[in-house]
């Protein structure tokens, strides 16, 4: 058993590369197998959001605090509010992010591959497709 302390835990701002806005991530714990899980807490400002991405062996998130969305490529983009929880099928194009004018935060699992990448990121989500209103297909 290992125990980690929160204040053990750093926080570091999002990579560009990853987020279009300004969102934070704290690794909350890394297993040790072959293909380890990675559980972190992820805190997005107002309008903050992923870019398209998908991860190998899926995700799942669990929406703590705030108000967000989700859209998995095609469909419509969800709301996310404290509670909801989301599984993401492996290879899942989809994007997750705060709603306009509110903070959102979740907790986000998901594993590693051979190679030990969690996610392959894509293009950012175009401000058009971010302001569709929920339930809105593209």
């Known amino acids: 058993m290992r125990l980690k302390h929160t204040e053990d835990q750093s926080t570091q701002k999002g990579s560009s590369e990853s987020f279009s806005g300004t ?6 714990a890394v297993g040790e197998d072959r293909n380890p899980l990675h559980v972190a807490r992820v805190t997005f400002e107002p ?16 929406a703590t605090a705030g108000v967000g ?26 994007w997750h992010g705060a709603a306009p004018e509110q903070l959102f935060i979740h907790t986000s699992i998901q594993a590693a591959d051979d190679r030990g990448q ?19 297909v593209a």
Do not use: F, N
Request: zero cysteines; aromatic letters at 6%; proline letters at 10%.
């Open 69 to 94: 969305r989700i859209q998995s490529a095609g469909g419509p983009v969800l709301p996310l509010l404290p509670g909801d929880s989301v599984v993401i099928a492996p290879d899942e194009k989809h």
């Open 23 to 28: 969102a934070w991530q704290q690794t909350l």
């Open 118 to 136: 969690q996610a392959t990121w894509m293009e950012p989500v175009s401000d058009q497709d971010y302001a569709r209103a929920p339930g809105v």
């Open 47 to 62: 309008g903050a959001r992923t870019v398209w991405h998908a991860h190998p062996h899926g995700q799942i998130l669990i």
